[in-house]
Structure formats: structure tokens, C-alpha cells
């Protein structure tokens, strides 16, 4: 079983930054397809990128293109969520979530079987 762990979350200002790490506990990332998705109060929940696992390919949501930017150390052990010129729209709960599957990889959170346990992300001045 993959334990997925988040840090790096808490308050910050409007136009701020943000880099939210994504770790397996007893294990590497080596050969997981690894994304972040976010949940805000009252919302569904939301896949904002993804990265692939041959990591050749990545994917944004449309809200987050741009200003956000998924990537992993070289050991692959950790990934990160490099938040930038964040709105006060961004504040949510923040997850990471890894998969075995192979090719593209997707925002499609039900196709994903390993999920950390969150982190909360508030943008407010």
C-alpha cells in the first residue's frame, strides 16, 4: 500500500506563492503517474495537473495552467506543486494522488487509487 503524505500548505496572500510537496512514506514514486487535485468548501472536487510516468507529459486544468507547475526530484521519492500569482479562487483542501497507469496521464481523480490525506491551502489578505 502507497501512503501518500502532503506538506507545505497554509495561508498566504493574494499574488503569493506556494510550493506543496507530495511524498510516499516507505516507498518511491518512481512508476506512478502522480497528480494533485483540490477540494474547496461546497465544491466538487477538482483535478488541477498530473504527470506522467515515463514524465514526458503533463496536464493542467485550465484554471491552474500557467500559474501552477507540477515536478519531481531526480531521486523521484518527492513531487511538488509550484504555486504561483495565487487568487483567493485557489483556497481549498489540496491533494496528491498516485497511480500505476501507464501512457498519458489524467485529472480524473476516479481513476487514481492512492491519496494522501490533504492539505489546506488558504489565499486571503
Known amino acids: 500500500q502507497v501512503q501518500l503524505v502532503e506538506s507545505g500548505g497554509g495561508l498566504v496572500q493574494p499574488g503569493g506563492s506556494l510550493n506543496l510537496s507530495c511524498a510516499a512514506s516507505?516507498?518511491?514514486?518512481?512508476?506512478?503517474?502522480v497528480a494533485w487535485f483540490r477540494q474547496a468548501p461546497g465544491k466538487e472536487r477538482e483535478g488541477i495537473s498530473c504527470?506522467?510516468?515515463?514524465?514526458?507529459?503533463?496536464k493542467y486544468a485550465a484554471s491552474v495552467e500557467g500559474r501552477f507547475t507540477e515536478f519531481s526530484d531526480n531521486a523521484e521519492n518527492t513531487f511538488y506543486l509550484q504555486m504561483d500569482n495565487l487568487k483567493p479562487e485557489d483556497t481549498a483542501v489540496y491533494y496528491c494522488?498516485?497511480?500505476?497507469?501507464?501512457?498519458?496521464?489524467?485529472?480524473?481523480?476516479?481513476?487514481?487509487?492512492?491519496w494522501g490525506q490533504g492539505i489546506q491551502v488558504t489565499v486571503s489578505s
Open positions: 494522488a498516485a497511480d500505476r497507469r501507464a501512457g498519458k496521464c489524467t485529472i480524473n481523480g476516479a481513476l487514481y487509487d492512492h
Open positions: 516507505q516507498s518511491t514514486l518512481e512508476y506512478f503517474t
Open positions: 504527470i506522467s510516468r515515463v514524465r514526458r507529459f503533463t
